[in-house]
């Protein structure tokens, strides 16, 4: 079975740093997604790791550890734009365009 | 570029009552997937296509979802009759279709089944 767990909410004060946890139990494994969705609009791709280690890109970071099915994703200097959705997804070896998205953790900012 | 195009953006319909929608992936891409999404929860993947056949569709209700692509460009995707449970946002997406890729989301239809 597939299985992604994420916490469902969290809250923070602009200009903080919040780390947004993603673990993963799934048959097959070819890369950890993590898609950022504002309420009512579609999901907008923001990062993506295939191997160990960690992806920078500005205010945010993607972390990937594949032997403890585990990543996060970082997010500094937290601006009240960040407010949203962060879907963590995982793509399917054997069917590598296939992704099976976590519920979300909707993320606050406050000022 | 433009983005993934879809049609119509809100939808009501009384139960068993059926609905189409419509979805215009970016000019290039061979995938396209229609995902399902209820409020609070992740999109859940109903049906991939790569160009005009199917590639997985292990989650689509086939006794009242169907879905098609036209020559491998736009796709329809149908329910017929409605249940008060399909009330959801669906969300269409493509990509290159080369693996390993960033999926690219159309706007959506939410749809409120009475």
């Known amino acids: 079975g597939q299985n992604i767990d994420q916490p469902t909410e969290m809250t923070a004060t602009e200009g903080a740093i919040v780390q947004i946890n993603c673990t993963y139990q799934?048959?097959?494994?070819?890369?950890l997604f993590w898609y950022q969705q504002h309420a009512g609009e579609a999901p907008t791709f923001l990062s993506y790791n295939v191997l160990d280690g960690l992806e920078e890109k500005g205010r945010f970071s993607s972390f990937l550890s594949r032997s403890k099915g585990y990543s996060y994703l970082l997010l500094k200097e937290l601006q009240m734009k960040d407010s949203a959705s962060y879907l963590c997804a995982v793509g399917l070896s054997y069917n590598t365009d296939k992704l099976i998205f976590g519920t979300g953790t909707r993320l606050q900012v406050f000022p | 570029e433009a983005g993934v195009a879809q049609s119509p953006r809100y939808k009501i319909i009384e139960k068993r009552q059926s609905v189409a929608f419509w979805c215009n992936p970016i000019?290039?891409?061979?995938?396209l997937y229609w995902y399902q999404q209820i409020l609070g929860q992740g999109p859940k993947l109903l049906i991939q296509f790569q160009n005009n056949g199917v590639v997985d569709d292990s989650q689509l209700p086939k006794d009242r979802f169907s879905a098609e692509r036209l020559k491998g460009v736009d796709s329809t995707l149908k329910i017929q009759p409605a249940k008060l449970e399909d009330s959801a946002v669906y969300l269409c997406?493509?990509?290159?279709?080369?693996?390993?890729?960033?999926?690219?989301f159309g706007p959506g239809t939410r749809l409120t089944v009475t």
């Open positions: 799934t048959s097959g494994f070819n890369g």
């Open positions: 997406a493509s990509s290159t279709g080369t693996g390993g890729l960033e999926q690219y």
């Open positions: 000019s290039g891409h061979a995938t």
